[in-house]
């Protein structure tokens, strides 16, 4: 077996894609990975992949041109799903499971159906990986908090298990196009920065002024307060429910939103 | 009536957020909009929540009531001309202002405005549209907007304010006219229906418009909703639903919301209920919608005359199963989608990922797991390749008794948060079901 070790990132693992595909071994008799191994087995052979964003690019393309939006989507998603740490018995790896994925997609007739083979295993791997991603993302495109600083950018804090950075840039680029914000990630270090009026892109969060991150502009505190007491008021008291709130809105999420804190 | 000037900001938002918290319409959902890079804002179809309140109920607009001033009497309602409460009202620009500034921090996906009537239909109703208006044209603003419309106000009125909506709603409020009658002497069932036909009529000439230019101004493109209170007056669930049914047929309603009745005001026509608000029966009851919007039931299906209420301790599905035991056990792998939507413990995505992943290879009791079929109670129901998964008996006192032992019938929130109401039905239906309490709750 020829093993590609990925660096677990979407660009990481559709580069791992387009080496293992153009290294002509046949489909069965490669496997990817994103986990580091401690353990090399003898009669395997490994190769490290180095990550190229020209390769991913080609790969993205050829995903959507050929499944469509929505399979490149949950692909996506897949990709940047944290996995159980220490992976769990007989759990595929994710960039196996996209691999394998986009082997069969490839071999139908129609490639846009491939998730709905849910008895394979890597289709079913890569659609419940997704969900993961995706339901997060989905949530914190609601219970982000923005605050306004004192030179009028809109900043977030979020502590996601997944890599949903991406996701929400995209979001909040198109809802918010007139304002300059930015999105940091406290899991991963990583940033989304969105100057007003341009597209969004990516940063690693090293040189952070966190020191201006604590300065709020003079309106902050007034619509603070007025958030929380809508937030108290809108409860109907005879329906009270601390344990239904909680299940709704987990308590990892809570420390980042203001009404909360 | 004690209408306060130069009130501050945040006691205004007090007053007219509390007053607008039994509307239960809270979503954002129905319309899709990019933001198309000016202005502020946009909208995605499944709707969002930004945030779940005490109650735990999702948070997604700005639910507020442009005033809690009113000149009606409805009887159920803490805003009605006779209560001793505070009054206030906001002004069209500060409505925009606090909507601006919550949405842009995330706080919100929009904005549900609603009011208690002021001076007469006509002027609050304007009063609204104005407020839409400027968030719309000044703000630029491309978020959610969901208004109630006022009862007995000018069409022309309604007309403008949809074309600037995402969705409307006016409110039945009561199951039937006579009811209505009693409690809401001010309102009418034309007053309410009458509108409610006009913005259905309206929605459907604009999307033959759309077809024609599709660039034509967009009305109400979330569809329009209504709301019921269940427990203020004596309607069986036959009834209720057979009008949400109607309103679904006939009107075309996207949704219809039920809202346990609260008693906030100790009116002498109105029950106590010592039990708290009816949630458990409010929970059937859109149980039953959902069989009625995504499973293809209809509400004679359900319930009739002879039995004219949901079961208490069994939702909606497995209760109609349980009486319908000669359609099962229907086979996974050859069983029609219709058919799959009938099994209690199926949902309609898991139906639908059942029909595509059949066709490659036929399923297990394995494979349904993982699509999300809630096997516990679908077990009594299927085959997989001929086999059930367990030896049961296709019997219906020994699988409804299974189905009871199941705690998840009664949802959780129910179950922890309003144990005393629980308590309050077992004694009424007790003797019904002869069903213990330790029955019904224990794990
Ligand atoms: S019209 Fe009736 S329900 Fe509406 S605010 Fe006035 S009294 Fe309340």
Known sequence: MYIFLCEDTLDGIFTGVYDAWASRYGHNNVALTTQVLDNYSLFDEYIPVQTDYEKSAKVARTLKKRMGEEVYGELCHAASAQEEDPPKKHSLNKADAIYKTIVLALSLPDSSKVLQYLGEPYVNRVFSLSRRTGNEAHHLLGFLRFQELENGILFAKISPKHHVLPFLGEHFSDRLPQENFMIYDETHHLAVLHPKGKGFFITDTQDLDSEMLQRFSSKEQEYQKLWCSFFENIAIEARKNPKLQNQNLPKRFQKNIVEFR | ?443
């Open chain 2, 1 to 443: 009536m004690n209408l306060q000037m130069n009130m501050d900001l945040m006691e205004k938002l007090n007053i007219l957020s509390a007053a607008a918290k039994y509307d239960v319409a809270c979503t954002s959902s129905g319309v899709d909009r990019k933001g198309g890079g000016k202005g502020i804002g946009n909208a995605i179809a499944p709707g969002i929540c930004h945030t779940f309140s005490a109650d735990g109920r999702c948070v997604s607009l700005l639910k507020i009531l442009f005033t809690n001033e009113c000149i009606f009497n409805c009887a159920y309602c803490l805003n009605n001309r006779d209560s001793d409460v505070k009054r206030a009202a906001f002004t069209p620009d500060e409505i925009c202002m606090i909507t601006m500034e919550f949405y842009r921090r995330n706080y919100i996906e929009g904005l549900f405005l609603s009011s208690g009537i002021m001076v007469s239909p006509d002027y609050t109703m304007d009063l609204i549209y104005q407020t839409i208006w400027k968030l719309r044209t000044v703000h630029h603003f491309h978020g959610y907007i969901h208004v109630k419309s006022i009862p007995g106000a000018d069409p022309v009125l309604v007309e403008k304010t949809g074309f600037l909506a995402d969705r409307m709603s006016i409110n039945l409020e009561l199951p039937t006219s006579e009811s209505l009658r009693r409690l809401a002497p001010c309102k009418s069932r034309s007053t309410i229906l009458k509108p409610m036909r006009q913005i259905q009529n309206r929605i459907t000439d604009n999307k033959q418009e759309l077809t024609v230019y599709h660039k034509a101004p967009r009305f109400v493109p979330a569809g329009q909703s209504t709301q019921m209170i269940i427990g203020a007056t004596p309607e069986n669930d036959f009834q209720i639903m057979s009008v949400a049914e109607g309103l679904y047929q006939k009107f075309y309603l996207k949704r219809v919301f039920y809202s346990a009745f609260v008693n906030v005001n100790g009116n002498s026509l109105l029950p106590a209920l010592p039990g708290g608000p009816p949630l458990l029966r409010e929970h059937r009851l859109y149980q039953a919608d959902w069989l009625l919007r995504y499973y293809h039931f209809q509400v004679s299906e359900l319930l009739s005359e002879d039995r004219p209420d949901f079961n208490i301790f069994l939702d909606p599905k497995c209760d109609w199963a349980l009486r319908h035991l000669e359609y099962f056990p229907v086979e996974i792998n050859q069983a029609s989608y219709q058919t799959l939507l009938r099994v209690p413990g199926i949902g309609y995505k898991s139906a639908e990922r059942i029909v595509k992943a059949r066709k490659r290879n036929s399923l297990t009791f394995e494979d349904l797991k993982k699509m999300g079929v809630v096997l516990k109670r679908a077990l009594y129901f299927i085959t997989c390749s001929g086999k059930m998964m367990y030896r049961t008996k296709l019997e219906e006192d020994y699988i409804c008794q299974n189905l009871m032992r199941d705690k998840t019938q009664i949802p959780r929130d129910i179950r922890e948060g309003g144990y005393r109401q629980l308590s309050f039905f077992d004694k009424e239906l007790h003797a019904d079901f002869q069903l213990t309490d330790s029955q019904i709750l224990s794990p």
